[in-house]
Structure formats: structure tokens, C-alpha cells
């Protein structure tokens, strides 16, 4: 019996699925994402304005960044494409 004060487990799956989307797992997922980010900062896109959220997103790219130099064998400088 379900009480009147808590919802039902379906509802708190619902709920959990609103309040955490769902990583991506794979590379191709993570690219598509970051595509998706592209979109959104090109002319037209949710932040293409929002310049005070610019830091922010340039701050956690960065962060990424580092943290897969980190995880290369060889690290940032072998990533870098050869010209």
C-alpha cells in the first residue's frame, strides 16, 4: 500500500529520470553532446548571448581538457594533431 505522503515508485522514477539525465557512455555519445553544446553557443543557440555563463563553460572545458592530457598515455602534447 502506497501511503498518500510518498509517491508511488513510479513517480520517483519519473522524478529521478527529470532530475539526472543520463550520461553519455560512449565516445560517440560524448561527441554528439559536445556537437550539441557547439549549437547551443552558435548564433541562434540558448548561450550565443549569455556571456556571463561563457566562464563557467570555458572553465569546465578546460577542466576536461586537462583531465584528458592527464588520462593520455603520452599525455596533451601527443593529442595535438601533427600539421
Same mark, same amino acid.
Not at 560517440?28 to 548561450?47: C, M, N, S, T, V
Not at 556571463?52 to 569546465?60: C, E, F, I, M, P
Given at each position: 500500500?502506497?501511503?498518500? @505522503?510518498?509517491?508511488? +515508485?513510479?513517480? #520517483? #522514477? #519519473?522524478? !529521478?529520470?527529470? =532530475?539526472?539525465?543520463? /550520461? +553519455?557512455?560512449?565516445?560517440?555519445?560524448?561527441?554528439?553532446? $559536445? !556537437?550539441?553544446?557547439?549549437?547551443? $553557443?552558435?548564433?541562434?543557440?540558448?548561450? =550565443?548571448?549569455?556571456?556571463? #555563463?561563457?566562464?563557467?563553460? @570555458?572553465?569546465? /572545458? /578546460?577542466?576536461?581538457?586537462?583531465? /584528458?592530457?592527464? =588520462? @593520455? +598515455?603520452?599525455?596533451?602534447?601527443?593529442?595535438? +594533431?601533427?600539421?
Amino acid at each position: 500500500m502506497t501511503s498518500r @505522503y510518498r509517491p508511488a +515508485p513510479v513517480a #520517483q #522514477q #519519473q522524478a !529521478a529520470a527529470v =532530475a539526472a539525465p543520463r /550520461l +553519455p557512455s560512449t565516445v560517440d555519445e560524448w561527441k554528439k553532446q $559536445l !556537437a550539441q553544446l557547439i549549437r547551443e $553557443l552558435e548564433p541562434g543557440g540558448q548561450f =550565443a548571448h549569455q556571456h556571463w #555563463q561563457h566562464g563557467r563553460l @570555458y572553465g569546465a /572545458l /578546460l577542466d576536461v581538457i586537462v583531465a /584528458l592530457g592527464n =588520462a @593520455y +598515455p603520452g599525455g596533451i602534447d601527443r593529442l595535438q +594533431p601533427r600539421h
